[in-house]
């Protein structure tokens, strides 16, 4: 039964830019962000009539009501990242969010930002890969005004002199070819003989006086 038409309202706290959403009772619907400086943004969702196919040609209207679709959306946009996933859509009971469902919105939307911090966190003191954190991450550290070593994009790599291999800048030794880029480095991690003591030693190969040369280690090469 067509009653008077009932309107929810679907708040979002987030300026994020949803996708809009489709569903085949009502097609396509962008779920508004709010504007610079405003504290939330109100998409009005109003009522569906579906229909149900019941078979041999027989279908059956179903109403969905406002409030139905409106939570479906939420629930849509808000879960799909992990545990607590929550990405400030929500129902309000009334016309207008009140205080008190607006601070219960941002304590869960911060409470899931710090969330995927500490995960990016324990994933950057695992790997130190910024490859590793993903952009849910660093967006919910910039909306908490975090200043983290893995927010950047990670340094442009550098072609190994000797393998052409791409390595990090400032490594002393080639990861891929053994070849070593930085003497004095590489000797402070005991990875080569300090210069001075080389002279004694003349069963190691880095003997060659080349100072500031790079040297090759040809074994490793080989496959
Ligand atoms: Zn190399």
Same mark, same amino acid.
């Given at each position: 039964?067509?009653?008077?038409?009932?309107?929810?309202?679907?708040?979002?706290?987030?300026?994020?830019?949803?996708?809009?959403? *489709?569903?085949?009772? @009502?097609?396509? +619907?962008?779920?508004? %962000?709010? =504007?610079?400086?405003?504290? @939330?943004?109100?998409?009005?969702? !109003?009522?569906?009539?579906?229909?149900?196919? +019941?078979?041999?040609?027989?279908?059956?209207?179903?109403?969905? $009501? =406002?409030?139905?679709?409106?939570?479906?959306? &939420?629930?849509?946009?808000?879960?799909?990242?992990?545990?607590?996933? @929550? *990405?400030?859509?929500? /129902?309000?009971?009334?016309?207008?969010?009140? &205080?008190?469902?607006? %601070?219960? &919105?941002?304590?869960?939307?911060?409470? @899931?930002?710090?969330?995927?911090?500490? =995960?990016?966190?324990? #994933?950057? #003191?695992?790997?130190?890969?910024?490859?590793?954190?993903?952009?849910?991450?660093?967006?919910?550290?910039?909306?908490?005004?975090? #200043?983290?070593?893995? +927010?950047?994009?990670?340094?442009?790599? /550098?072609?190994?002199?000797?393998?052409?291999?791409?390595?990090?800048?400032? /490594?002393?030794?080639?990861?891929?070819?053994?070849?070593?880029?930085?003497?004095?480095? =590489?000797?402070?991690?005991?990875?080569?003989?300090?210069?001075?003591?080389?002279?004694? !030693? %003349?069963?190691?190969?880095?003997?060659?006086?080349?100072?500031?040369?790079?040297? *090759?280690?040809?074994?490793? $090469? %080989?496959?």
């Amino acid at each position: 039964m067509e009653t008077k038409s009932e309107v929810v309202s679907l708040v979002n706290i987030s300026t994020e830019k949803w996708p809009p959403r *489709h569903r085949t009772y @009502f097609g396509s +619907l962008e779920v508004r %962000s709010p =504007a610079p400086g405003e504290p @939330f943004a109100i998409t009005p969702i !109003r009522g569906c009539t579906g229909v149900m196919d +019941l078979g041999d040609k027989r279908t059956t209207d179903i109403r969905i $009501t =406002a409030r139905e679709i409106a939570e479906d959306i &939420a629930r849509e946009i808000n879960g799909d990242s992990g545990e607590g996933s @929550f *990405h400030g859509v929500f /129902v309000a009971a009334g016309e207008l969010p009140t &205080a008190a469902e607006l %601070s219960d &919105a941002c304590r869960r939307l911060e409470e @899931f930002q710090r969330k995927l911090v500490a =995960a990016a966190d324990l #994933e950057w #003191e695992r790997t130190k890969n910024p490859m590793f954190i993903t952009d849910l991450e660093r967006r919910a550290a910039r909306q908490l005004g975090l #200043e983290k070593p893995w +927010l950047y994009d990670p340094k442009p790599l /550098v072609e190994c002199p000797v393998c052409a291999e791409k390595i990090k800048p400032g /490594v002393a030794v080639c990861r891929s070819c053994g070849a070593i880029l930085d003497r004095e480095k =590489a000797a402070q991690y005991g990875l080569v003989p300090p210069r001075r003591a080389r002279r004694d !030693r %003349s069963d190691t190969r880095a003997e060659a006086d080349g100072a500031g040369k790079q040297e *090759h280690e040809p074994d490793k $090469t %080989s496959q």
